[in-house]
């Protein structure tokens, strides 16, 4: 379950970067058509990366060969949108999925404040790394990932 459930968070942070770096490029660009239609400037152009998009699309496929090995059966659609890292096969895993869930969930009591003070500084990382605000609103779902992959590692060991 541990690998499994590593190798899932693993496949979902990646995606979560790609989902930073394609927002990045359309914030990015949007703020060029911004100035364009508040004439600041007269020529508009936007480019945006493929990379990224075809990067969640290989971890998309990736991910539900994955889930189809794992379960060891035809997987449904329904089954592809439920978080793949969801292993509920006997009690003692449902037992400890229930718990990585509650501490995920409890994880956000802390997360989300501390965005929130860290976005009050946005300003001055703007300056640092373009749409910075993309980037520190993406700690939360890191938090929550990383909170349940740990307690699936501390109880599944």
Do not use: H
Request: glycine letters at 4%; proline letters at 5%; charged letters at 15%.
């Amino acid at each position: 379950m541990t690998n499994r459930a590593g190798l899932m968070i693993a496949l979902n942070f990646l995606a979560l970067v790609c989902v930073g770096w394609f927002s990045t490029a359309l914030y990015l660009g949007n703020e060029s058509f911004a100035a364009f239609v508040f004439g600041e400037t007269e020529e508009f152009f936007l480019s945006l990366p493929l990379t990224p998009l075809v990067v969640m699309l290989i971890i998309a496929v990736v991910s539900y060969f994955l889930l189809k090995k794992f379960s060891g059966r035809k997987v449904s659609f329904k089954a592809t949108l439920l978080p793949p890292e969801f292993s509920e096969q006997d009690e003692r895993e449902k037992e400890i999925t229930a718990r990585a869930c509650r501490n995920a969930y409890v994880s956000l009591t802390y997360a989300v404040p501390a965005v929130i003070i860290i976005l009050a500084f946005e300003p001055v990382f703007n300056r640092l790394i373009p749409a910075s605000a993309l980037w520190i609103l993406l700690l939360i779902p890191i938090v929550q990932f990383s909170s349940y992959y740990f307690t699936i590692r501390k109880y599944a060991g």
